[in-house]
């Protein structure tokens, strides 16, 4: 996939993490954080890593701010 692409996919299913059941949100954070170990994004993929163990331990402050870096750090990958 195309890197434009990549990451109008990313933004797509961060921006559908705000609704649904934890493991459907989970399984999103999830399939950005292989979309970022695929174009080579070893900080924002620990970033990823971080934002899914803040869902899974109920922190929703630290999940949403992390989301939100997310978001912004990968839309800046356009250059």
Do not use: C, W, Y
Not at 10 to 30: F, H, I, Q, Y
Not at 43 to 51: K, S
């Amino acid at each position: 996939m195309e890197t434009a692409a990549a990451i109008d996919v990313m933004l797509s299913t961060l921006n559908a993490t705000d609704v649904g059941a934890l493991d459907s949100v989970r399984e999103k954070l999830e399939q950005v954080r292989e979309q970022l170990e695929a174009l080579d994004q070893p900080g924002l993929v620990e970033r990823a890593d971080a934002t899914i163990a803040a869902l899974v331990r109920g922190d929703i402050a630290e999940f949403k701010r992390g989301r939100a870096f997310l978001q912004s750090k990968i839309g800046h990958l356009r250059g």
